[in-house]
Each structure stands twice: as structure tokens, then as C-alpha cells.
């Protein structure tokens, strides 16, 4: 069993900061990519950021240039740094990972979601 714990989010002021952070637990041999997903009320989910675990990252227009993105492969960890917050931010942020399990001679590749965590940004 492989999970997803985040945490961090609330809600904070137009123009401020907020820090999500996730762990990833379980039977893990490796994780590729892990990244940041956000659904907005009445809107689809939408990436907002992703790292490789050679920590390459991408991020969406809208968030580029005020969200930082950052992992670390020992801890199997994912963060994602908020800064210049805006009302159009405010959303429930998804922690996502791809992780390799070996599983005797077989590889099993799973894609894993986090629980959810809400962030509120207030004009």
C-alpha cells in the first residue's frame, strides 16, 4: 500500500504565502515524477506544477513565476511554495506521484492522489 499524506493550506490574504508539503509511505522502490494538482470550484482539475526525480520542473502559465515547486528523493517528499497569492488561486490542492514497486522479479508502476488539501486566498 503506497499513500499520499499532505499538509499545509488554509487560507491566507491576497498577495501572501502558503507552503503544501507531501509525503509519500508504503512499499516504494522509486518515484518518477511527483506534482501539484488543483480543482477549483465548478472547474476541472488542472496541473499546476510538476518534478522529475531528477528535479526538472514545469509549471502552468498561471502559477509560473510566483509558485515554487521542490523535492526530496530520500525523503520522498513533494512541497509546493506559494508566494503573490491571488483569489483565483483558492482551490483544493492534489499531491500526485508516480512510484515503482518491486513486487518479487515484477515491476508495478502506480499513479498515486493525495486526500486534498484546501487553500483559500482572500481578496
Known amino acids: 500500500q503506497v499513500q499520499l499524506v499532505e499538509s499545509g493550506g488554509g487560507l491566507a490574504q491576497a498577495g501572501g504565502s502558503l507552503r503544501l508539503s507531501c509525503a509519500a509511505s508504503?512499499?516504494?522502490?522509486?518515484?518518477?515524477?511527483m506534482g501539484w494538482y488543483r480543482q477549483a470550484p465548478g472547474k476541472q482539475r488542472e496541473l499546476v506544477a510538476v518534478?522529475?526525480?531528477?528535479?526538472?520542473?514545469n509549471y502552468s502559465d498561471s502559477v509560473k513565476g510566483r509558485f515554487t515547486i521542490s523535492r526530496d528523493n530520500a525523503k520522498n517528499t513533494v512541497s509546493l511554495q506559494m508566494n503573490s497569492l491571488k483569489p483565483e488561486d483558492t482551490a483544493v490542492y492534489y499531491c500526485n506521484a508516480e512510484a515503482v514497486q518491486l513486487v518479487t522479479d515484477l515491476v508495478r508502476v502506480l499513479e498515486i492522489w493525495g486526500q486534498g488539501t484546501l487553500v483559500t486566498v482572500s481578496s
Open positions: 508504503g512499499s516504494i522502490f522509486r518515484i518518477n515524477d
Open positions: 518534478i522529475t526525480s531528477g528535479g526538472s520542473t
